[in-house]
């Protein structure tokens, strides 16, 4: 199975303080995704990013969120101002190889806990 | 707005067969996707279906999508303690489009 890297796999963080979330996206492709699930919940779409720009964002994904490609490869999503209801896992995702499907792939993810 | 329902639990018996089901509301779903999670870890996409399939078989898994009831299953023949996980029905409307997540059904194999 083609490869999302993600990381850090777990970050604790302050209430208040800014977190990075980093990804490492399957390469050649110009799209990216990041997810949200709180634990026990579903997942969430939270934004969706195609050749360096926003294409489409959820109520979720609001001031306090940004993304940003600062460089080639990788990939990140920043939040601003943690509050505790941002502790959830955070998945990257990415289209996996050319196929007959629209096969998407997620990272293993990156569980923010927020004290 | 798009809604993606599944039953939360389900139990069977090792060696067993395992039916998965779920609903979805969006008439416009493109693709359908079934995803397995194990405790702690990510997101493994198991199979998917084009919505202009009735049924895909990939090795012990089988999907069935009824288009017209918008009901997907997913099958899982001779169930093994290994398949115990959260399994995610989601959907999307196009290529690289977002994907809608149902609720996940939670399997567990029992001896």
């Known amino acids: 199975e083609p490869e999302v890297t993600q990381t850090p796999s777990h970050q604790v963080t302050q209430m208040g303080q800014e977190v990075i979330l980093r990804c490492v996206p399957i390469?050649?492709?110009?799209?990216f995704y990041w997810y949200r699930q709180i634990l026990g919940q579903k997942v969430e779409f939270l934004v969706s990013f195609y050749n360096n720009e926003i294409s489409e964002k959820s109520e979720i994904f609001d001031d306090q969120f940004s993304v940003e490609r600062p460089d080639g490869s990788n990939f990140t999503l920043k939040i601003r101002s943690t509050k505790l209801e941002d502790s959830a896992m955070y998945f990257c995702a990415s289209p996996g190889p050319p196929s007959p499907g629209n096969t998407i792939y997620f990272g293993e993810g990156s569980w923010l806990t927020v004290v | 707005g798009e809604d993606v329902e599944q039953s939360l639990f389900l139990s069977v018996r090792e060696g067993d067969s395992s039916v998965i089901n779920c609903t979805y509301t969006?008439?416009?779903?493109?693709?359908l996707y079934w995803y397995k999670q194990e405790p702690g870890a990510g997101l493994q996409l198991l199979t998917y279906?084009?919505?202009?399939?009735d049924m895909k078989q990939d090795q012990r898994l089988t999907v069935l999508l009824n288009k017209k009831d918008k009901h997907l299953s997913l099958r899982i023949a001779d169930t093994q303690t290994g398949d115990s996980a959260i399994y995610f029905c989601a959907e999307s409307t196009g290529t690289a489009s977002k994907l809608t997540f149902g609720t996940g059904t939670r399997l567990q194999v029992t001896l």
């Open positions: 969006d008439s416009s779903s493109t693709y």
């Open positions: 390469s050649n492709h110009l799209y």
């Open positions: 279906i084009f919505s202009n399939m």
